[in-house]
């Protein structure tokens, strides 16, 4: 950690705003926090207009640097994908209060009692790159769960994440609202960034959403938890048993409806016996989406005009690219992805259902599908409202992180003057009942 400088005296005091307004935060009930979402809502669609003005000026600024178009993609903040996040935001505003929920309820003896409590986590730190809707999506789910956030977002979207931070902060400051502006603050610089790598004991988790050289490096770079995913190789096992017409528009979509997502995949693997009768019919379906395939020398034979190299087995493209290898049954399938994957997302297609328990069961990825496409991965998709992230970790969280993933829990023990050497030297004993959560 000797590359990363210490916090400048000004970021140290705007993380202790963060935090001490996180303390008065994580006092509030359900009715004020889902309250302080409707006003970051209103203040977004009122202010929709200059949001997609600025994201706008990034646009043209970030083309004209030449920057990547699956960066290009992701920066896009146009008024369909802003009103999205915007009804994410309500959505999450009517979700179940995360906090407060008893998950342990057992009387240790008489008069003692131990509860375990849902709770915050205190501050979360974001750093992401060309992704301004992201602010959007963590800072609801940050103040929905009770926790106050610092955000980093990259210097291509700038404009857009300022636009988008004024809005929110200043729903917060609507009289309406029982939750201080200072939970929520974005950071703007490098240093500022690095600086946040540092602030052990005022950031309780940092989340980052980017490439695999940014999460590589803020995982070395750290003493603060860290949960994200480096890499998203998705995979998509087409099986002997599968439906040729429904396989090609599953495999269509979950790799072209949105590219540069991390939940598209990147290799399509195809069972031999099958391998003609599909490929006829999905080679000149990706060719009409203008994907370029990369194969085999079975996958080429069958109409796939590119070869694959080594590498591209293991290469997020994020872009109109897909490797394409013809494997001779699920061992095989599955062996590949166990070298190649990033326990992201992998998706099987067939009909023989005993074939898709075999997979689902043995393919240890945070998500794994049968007969649908990859782009489910998504925690808007799975009804929680937005997500802060993508966590392939096995510990939990893992998939679309949710309200869930930004809590903990804390244990109370409530007692009448009870000691513990009572209970060592025998003179009590435990009943250990649980009683009713």
Known sequence: MNTVPEPSAELLARAGAVRLAAVELGQTN?????????????????????????NVQDLE??????????????????????????????????????????????????????????????????????????????????????????????????????????????????????????????????????????????VDLIIPRGSNELVRFIQDNTRIPVLGHADGVC??????????????????????????????????????SIA??????????????????????????????????????STEYLDLT???????DLACATEHIRRYGSRHTEVILTEDLAMADRFLAAVDSAGVYHNCSSRFADGFRYGFGAEVGISTQTLPPRGPVGLEGLVTYRYRLRGNGHIAADYAAGRRSFTHQDLPL
């Open 30 to 54: 359900n009715g004020q926090r889902s309250r302080a979402l409707h006003a970051m809502a209103d203040a977004l669609q009122e202010r929709s207009s200059l949001i997609v003005a600025a």
């Open 61 to 202: 600024r970030s083309e004209a640097e030449g920057l990547a178009s699956a960066l290009m993609a992701r920066l896009k903040l146009d008024a369909t994908k802003l009103q999205a996040a915007i009804d994410g935001v309500r959505k999450v505003a009517s979700l179940p209060d995360p906090l407060g929920l008893r998950q342990l309820h057992r009387e240790l003896d008489t008069d003692l009692v131990l509860e375990r409590i849902t709770v915050p986590l205190g501050v979360v730190g974001v750093i992401f790159e060309a992704r301004p809707d992201a602010v959007v999506q963590i800072a609801s789910l940050a103040i929905r769960s009770g926790n106050g956030a610092l955000l980093k977002g990259g210097s291509e979207a700038r404009c857009t994440n300022e636009a988008v931070m004024d809005a929110l902060r200043a729903g917060l400051a609507q009289e309406e609202s029982d939750v201080s502006p200072d939970a929520l603050a974005l950071l703007t610089t490098r240093e500022e960034s690095l600086g946040l790598l540092r602030l052990d004991g005022l």
């Open 235 to 272: 995979h998509l096992y087409v099986d002997a048993a599968a439906d040729v017409t429904k396989a090609t528009r599953v495999a269509v979509d979950s790799k072209t409806q949105y590219p540069a997502a991390c939940n598209a995949i990147e290799t399509l693997l195809v069972h031999r």
């Open 276 to 313: 003609p009768a599909f490929l006829a019919a999905a080679v000149p379906a990706f060719q009409a989406a203008g994907v370029t395939l990369r194969g085999d020398a079975v996958s080429q034979s069958l109409g796939v005009n590119e070869s694959a190299q080594e590498e591209d087995w």
């Open 322 to 328: 897909l490797s394409v290898r013809v494997v001779d």
